[in-house]
Every structure is written in C-alpha cells, then in structure tokens.
C-alpha cells in the first residue's frame, strides 16, 4: 500500500513522502479500513518534527482518523462486516491506503455523509465529548466559552454545545473568523485581536465552561472569565504551558481546572468513549446538529501542502487528505 513516511527535511513538502509499505492484516479485534479519507490534525505537525511520538504499540505512520470501507474483519469482530461504511478513530496510521483499528474505536457513516466529511469527525468530537461533555459537564443552558473557534475543535465544539442546548462565546484571531465563528452558530464572537478581549467576555456574561487551546497567555483571562462553579478544561498549550494563577481566585468560585489528552489513553477507555459518544452525541451527526466545515482537501501525496495549510492557521474547519 502507499503511505506517507516522514523522511526528514526543513519543511513539511520535504519531510512528507509517498513510500510502499506491505497491506496491514487485522488481527483479532480489529478492522482492515480501505481509507477514502484520513483527516489531518495539529498532532500530526507535532509528530512531524518529533515532538508528539506515537505511543506504544501503534503505527509509526501519522493519521489520528480515517473514514472508508471495512475490507478485512478479524476473528471475534462480530458487529462490522466487509463493504460498511465506518470511520475511526486511530492511534496511528491514517496517512495510507489501508489502517487497522480496534473495532471498537469505529462508528457508522450514515448515509448522506460522504468520507471527507466523516474523516473530519472521530478525533475532534472525541476530543471535545471527552473534554467539555465529561470533563467540564457543559449542560443544557449553561454558557461555553471556545478559544480558537474556527480551529478542527473549536467548530466541533461550537457545534456539538448548540446541538446540547448550551449557549456559545467564541473567540478567534481576526474579523473574518469572528463573522465565520457567528456562521457556525456562536451567540457571541469575539475577535481577539480587536478591543479587549477579557472585557468583551465580561458582557458576554462569563462562562460555565472552557475549552482552552491557548494555554499560559490566557491564563488570567480564564480563570476571571469563569463564573461561579465553573470548569475551565485545557487541551493544548499552543503559548506555553506554564502560567501564574490565583489561587485565591479558584477558591472564591469553588473552580475547577481539568484537562486531558486522548491519544495514550488505553484501547478500552477509547472503547468506553465510543460506546458513550454513539449513544449521545451520534444522533446529532445523523441529525445533521453536527457537520464540520471542510476547508481544504488534499490528495494524499500532497500531504505536506495539507500540513503548510494547517500551520499558515488561516483555515476554518477541518482538512483532510483524499486516498
């Protein structure tokens, strides 16, 4: 099969090539995925320059979720058979023709999505189910505040919090994502190069919950944006992951600050979490609540354009690669 190995280089076009690798065979438990489509996420630039390595025991090869055709059903798989249409979420191995995965980790693609679409779901609606809807537990009529609203998260986010009835506070970097976070369905958004962004979330009312992507530089920001009982969740820690806070502050509002990452937790737990997203969150995908925005596909040899879109930050929505 062809896949892409990362092979070096100063930048993403030549660091990313096509190479032949044997077909993967699924083994008991698993899948053989014939990919039609593989997203591409801000783990993979890490895994690209070595910072983010895949954890024991999965693919060397990049791809955190792909979408296509079962092909190969191993022994004890009894729920998939070959021709459905699924995608999943992987450890590793989404770059290439062909991806193994626990069969478990895999969902159904309802018929009028197509691949591209449903590549772009497994490891962002995991990502914010896990982190706002069991980690922060955003209910219904409770306020979400979102940095980075027009990232692959943050449009999943904005729309999986309406689909639940919460109300939406996004920020996002320039007048043209701010208009696009309001398309998506934001009540409020805010444009954090423009004004005073701590002031625009106090008259938006604060928040219940957050879903933070910055990390050390709004740090501050958060902690005052939260209202009483709130949970502020971070995710990433795109300016640093160190960062002064009042502690006295989390005391007064009784607050709680979370976080949790998704690709080293065990098969089992990621089998919990599928389980618990297709019984709650899936019938919004079927409804239609839930559908992110594709900003860009690429051909898989074209990988490392994919990556330079991702970096540039321009994008709104997802991006995938095409197989």
Request: some cysteine.
């Amino acid at each position: 099969m062809r896949v892409i190995e990362i092979k070096g280089g100063s930048g993403p076009a030549d660091a990313l090539q096509i190479a032949e690798r044997p077909d993967p065979q699924a083994g008991p438990g698993e899948i053989r995925i014939r990919v039609a489509a593989a997203g591409v996420n801000r783990p993979d630039l890490l895994q690209r320059i070595g910072a983010y390595p895949p954890p024991p025991g999965a693919s060397d090869i990049m791809g955190l979720e792909v979408a296509g055709t079962v092909d190969q059903v191993g022994d004890g798989v009894s729920r998939w058979t070959t021709g459905d249409r699924v995608c999943a979420l992987l450890g590793g191995g989404g770059y290439a023709e062909y991806a193994v995965v626990d069969a478990r980790h895999a969902l159904p693609v309802p018929d009028d999505i197509d691949f591209v679409q449903a590549a772009a779901l497994p490891e962002t609606l995991f990502t914010v189910f896990t982190n706002v809807f069991e980690g922060g537990h955003l209910a219904a009529g409770e306020t979400l505040l979102v940095h980075g609203a027009t990232s692959g998260i943050g449009v999943m986010a904005i729309q999986m919090a309406k689909a639940a009835g919460a109300r939406v506070i996004a920020t996002s970097r320039g007048a043209a994502k701010a208009r696009a976070a309001l398309d998506l369905g934001a009540d409020v958004s805010l444009d954090a190069t423009s004004g005073d962004l701590a002031q625009g979330i106090a008259d938006a009312g604060g928040a219940d919950v957050i879903l933070d992507m910055v990390g050390a530089d709004y740090a501050g920001l958060n902690l005052d944006a939260l209202r009483p009982f709130g949970r502020w969740v971070v995710i990433a820690t795109l300016t640093g992951g160190l960062s002064r806070i009042e502690l006295g502050k989390v005391m007064m509002k009784q607050a709680t600050l979370t976080g949790s990452t998704l690709r080293r937790r065990p098969a089992n737990e990621k089998a919990r979490l599928a389980a618990a997203i297709e019984a709650r969150a899936w019938p919004w995908v079927a409804s239609g609540q839930v559908r992110p925005p594709i900003d860009a596909t690429f051909p898989l040899d074209q990988a490392g354009l994919a990556h330079l879109r991702l970096e540039a930050g321009e994008h709104v929505g997802k991006i995938v690669l095409t197989v």
